[in-house]
């Protein structure tokens, strides 16, 4: 299985600035016939399920606020935001699909500081 | 719009079989370019994968749950299930079933959420 590794567990950052959340994939998810990365980010919120944001790695689902940005390609990737907002406040999760069985990150909780 | 929606018991009795229906809305299981899946969440804990079925039967399990999970579909009822056998207190956990748009995708519509608790 690929284990995919979040860092951090937690992460506290003030309304306004960057949140920066990784995530590591212990073999590359990177498709070389499409060069695609099969690398998806979800964010969870108290009580619901969770909500597709990135794809792709770097593709923003529609009516995602552009705050949210993937980069990333290979083993390792990045979810941004730009400008944390307090509805923000939720656990991050990535998720590779690149083969079964589908392995998610353990998740980042994002909270204010 | 797409909704997923599941059902079954919400308790469960150790070394008995966990059962739940994903009842789907604004799409057909019987498209042939979806697949459903499961995926569970124990309490206050992350996300995992159980597996997934086509409609057409064809079907990809975790092999962490393999020698005990089924799942099936009902293209003429909307839905598919999921079937977990010999149930242990570690299979208390929020049950997901979610769609996705080909056999190597991510999942884009998910349902709310069945909690299911394993005890006597």
């Known amino acids: 299985d690929i284990v995919m590794t979040q860092s951090p567990d937690s992460l506290p950052v003030s309304l306004g600035e960057r949140a920066t959340i990784n995530c590591r994939s212990s073999?590359?998810?990177?498709?070389?016939?499409?060069?695609?990365?099969?690398l998806a980010w979800y964010q969870q919120k108290p009580g619901q399920p969770p909500k597709k944001l990135i794809y792709w790695a770097l593709t923003r689902e529609s009516g995602v606020p552009d705050r949210f940005s993937g980069s990333g390609s290979g083993t390792d990737f990045t979810l941004t935001i730009s400008s944390l907002q307090a509805e923000d406040v939720a656990v991050y999760y990535c998720?590779?699909?690149?083969?079964?069985?589908?392995?998610f990150g353990q998740g980042t909780k994002l909270e204010i500081k | 719009q797409v909704q997923l929606q599941e059902s079954g018991p919400g308790l469960v009795k150790p070394s008995e079989t966990l059962s739940l229906t994903c009842t789907v809305s604004g799409n057909s299981v019987s498209s042939g370019s979806y697949y459903w899946s499961w995926i569970r969440q124990p309490p206050g804990k992350g996300l995992e994968w159980i597996g997934y079925?086509?409609?057409?039967?064809?079907?990809d399990y975790n092999p962490s749950f393999k020698s005990r999970v089924t799942m099936s579909v009902d293209t003429t009822r909307n839905q598919f299930s999921l079937q977990l056998n010999s149930v242990t207190a570690a299979d208390t956990a929020v049950y997901y079933c979610?769609?996705?748009?080909?056999?190597?995708?991510?999942?884009?519509?998910w349902g709310q959420g069945s909690l299911v608790i394993v005890s006597s």
């Open positions: 998720q590779q699909y690149y083969t079964t069985p589908f392995t």
């Open positions: 979610g769609r996705s748009y080909g056999s190597l995708s991510e999942i884009d519509f």
């Open positions: 079925i086509y409609y057409g039967g064809s079907t």
């Open positions: 073999q590359s998810v990177l498709f070389s016939s499409n060069n695609k990365n099969y």
